[in-house]
């Protein structure tokens, strides 16, 4: 498969980045999975995501001078080694990945059309975070887009915490500036996280956007 690697920074966390082409996939580039089995009945587009995400992930560790293969664990979360966490998304031909020593998110999305994003944002945020958004100076469906993304990443990075998939409405965005946004949590994400308060650094690459969560 056609890849090119490069690094991005985000608050001091290197980010590694995978540009791909699933149309280059073949089978051959998957015997490099120790876990290739498990993909035996995925579409070419969630191999190609799958094993660009993992590459990603490989360069992350290898920059860390560890050479580890992520496979696949409960929940299908991605198996880091031992004392580090590590976190893969990937977006239309683009996978990225993080690892640090402390739990970590990372999510990268493509910024929702306009028409798309008045769609969606109900499903995403209630009519008091649409107000933080709207009212952020950033386009609505840029705006939106980074809550939906912010979501995500917090979710990654609390994972290892809660056994559940907790609902949009466990995180509400509380700010949304230039670079980062401001995310509380309520019991619908997990008691015990219950009105703890997350900033969460984003940029923008291209027409994606990227949010970061430290857990």
């Known amino acids: 498969m056609h890849i090119h690697h490069s690094i991005l920074t985000l608050a001091g966390i290197n980010l590694h980045r995978i540009d791909f082409d699933p149309a280059t996939l073949t089978d051959a580039d998957l015997h490099w999975l120790p876990h290739r089995a498990a993909l035996d009945r995925a579409v070419t587009k969630r191999r190609a995501e799958h094993l660009a995400g993992r590459i990603a992930a490989f360069r992350a560790l290898q920059a860390q001078g560890i050479d580890h293969i992520a496979g696949i664990g409960e929940r299908r979360r991605p198996l880091w080694p031992a004392g580090w966490f590590g976190s893969i998304s990937h977006c ?62 917090l979710y990654k990075a ?32 997990d008691p015990a996280l219950a009105g703890a308060v997350y900033r969460l650094p984003w940029r923008q690459s291209d027409d994606r956007v990227i949010t970061l969560a430290s857990g």
């Open 92 to 153: 239309e031909g683009c996978a990225l990945a993080a690892v640090a020593k402390s739990p970590v998110g990372v999510d990268i999305e493509k910024v929702m059309a306009a028409e798309q994003s008045r769609e969606m944002a109900s499903g995403i945020v209630d009519v008091g975070e649409q107000k933080v958004l709207e009212e952020s100076g950033l386009p609505f469906p840029l705006a939106l887009t980074l809550a939906f993304s912010a979501k995500e990443s």
């Open 158 to 189: 609390l994972s290892h915490r809660i056994a559940h998939l907790p609902e949009f409405s466990a995180g509400k965005v509380e700010a949304l500036g230039a670079s980062a946004l401001t995310l509380r949590l309520n019991a619908g994400f």
